[in-house]
């Protein structure tokens, strides 16, 4: 997983809106249940764009609310626009340094919870602060907070399903294509969410939360689609268009229903060759690896070389394309793994041209060709990548 790090927001202030009257909401109130590591305060904080939904240490803190020593607090002293407005409430623990750090590593025990507040709107929250999000409820919430409390079950189920691992580390550098494999389970509810929800708000949350890092390499496509959804809808909303400029095909990798560039081709033996005089006459598989990728040298071996055994007759063909840095190595993983397909790299490590027309940063990676380059499928490893192949012939 991807970490970002951002300069922290130190100062507690009540934003400045153009354009729009701000007014006083009557109260935000509830009960918070304390442990003695957790501060006895709650912060209110506003994500000013759509990059600073649930990121760290950027949220503007409009306001702040103590927790008396029976759990109850209140939010009195809230500003908001016109309309809807996004904002997340958090607490810190003892140690914590910054109102606006969000501790979401750990899903299951994050310490904050986005809710949409408007004129006139008074909430009335319970929760507990060890498991702040997790426990978070809401009194009769409006139809974007009640969407927001599903995402957030969503969320935390998929958490626990798929990405808690008491028995070993995922992030193990041989256990790379189960972390891919995990991860996207993981995203899939929220992404169904945000393909479905018919609040802006909401949506935007979920898109966020399927990579807070705002690395949407591995579904573009996903991103895309929300900008397509929502221009539709909104197209006047700065956050819109903060979404669509995330979502601008031109900065992400090629997607599924593409047709692959044409790439001149530098081959293992000397030539160069165009992509496209290399695909199969049914089915290509364009794979992106290298001789010190663990996992992609087990796909070389478990996967790629059997199919390419039992397939290659009836009009399959794979690629292989490495980032590899000089040549010794990588001419000697290729026999090593008796990956006999054709083989092309420039020999310039990851800072290859190749990568750099299809747009992508991250190995192992592959892309799934019909016979005229068309992108059929994408990142399919292991036995998933087996099971497209044989219903595809």
């Known amino acids: 997983m991807h970490f970002r790090l951002h300069l922290p927001a130190l100062l507690i202030a009540l934003p400045v809106f153009s354009g729009c009257t701000a007014q006083s909401i009557p109260a935000i109130t509830g009960h918070i249940t304390l442990q003695p590591e957790w501060k006895p305060v709650l912060y209110l ?26 759990g109850r607090f209140t939010f009195s002293n809230v500003r908001i626009p016109e309309g809807k407005t996004l904002f997340q409430i958090c607490i810190q623990k003892q140690a914590g340094r910054f109102p606006n750090q969000l501790l979401d590593e750990d899903i299951a025990s994050a310490n904050y919870m986005p809710v949409v507040l408007q004129p006139g709107e008074t ?26 409390l599903r995402l957030r079950d969503l969320r935390q189920e998929a958490f626990a399903q798929n990405l808690t691992h008491p028995d070993g580390d995922i992030h193990e550098e041989s256990l790379l294509l189960e972390h891919e494999d995990a991860l996207l389970r993981f995203r899939r509810p929220l992404m169904a969410f945000a393909d479905t929800c018919p609040n802006l708000l909401p949506a935007l949350v979920a898109v966020r939360w399927v990579s807070p890092a705002g690395d949407y390499e591995r579904v573009p496509e996903f991103v895309v689609g929300q900008c397509r959804k929502w221009s539709k809808e909104t197209a ?20 599924t229903g593409d047709v692959v560039p044409d790439y001149p081709l530098p081959m293992v033996g000397g030539d160069t060759i165009r992509l496209h005089a290399l695909l199969g006459s049914r089915l290509t598989i364009l794979d992106i ?7 992609c040298r087990r796909e070389n071996r478990e996967i790629l070389a059997p199919l390419w055994v039992k397939y290659n007759a009836q009009g399959l063909q794979i690629i292989g394309y490495s980032i590899d840095g000089s040549a010794g190595p990588w001419k000697a993983a290729i026999a090593k793994d008796g990956a006999v ?53």
């Open 236 to 255: 006047s909303s700065p956050w819109v268009r903060q979404l669509c400029a995330t979502g601008n095909r031109e900065n992400l990798p090629v997607l």
């Open 289 to 295: 690896w290298a001789s010190w990728c663990a996992p």
């Open 123 to 148: 909430l009335e929250i319970v929760a507990e602060a060890a498991r702040f999000q997790a426990t978070f409820s809401i009194k009769n919430p409006s139809a974007e907070n009640a969407g927001l």
């Open 45 to 70: 904080v506003q994500p000013r764009g759509f990059s600073e939904i649930a990121a760290n240490f950027t949220g503007l803190v409009v306001d702040s609310a103590g927790i008396a020593p029976d």
């Open 341 to 393: 397909w054709p083989h092309a790299g420039h020999l310039s490590g990851d800072s290859t041209p190749f990568l750099e027309t299809l747009r992508i940063t991250t190995i192992p990676a592959n892309f799934i060709l019909d016979a005229r380059g068309n992108v059929v499928a994408k990142n399919l490893h292991g036995a998933a990548l087996e099971a497209f192949v044989a219903t595809y012939f």
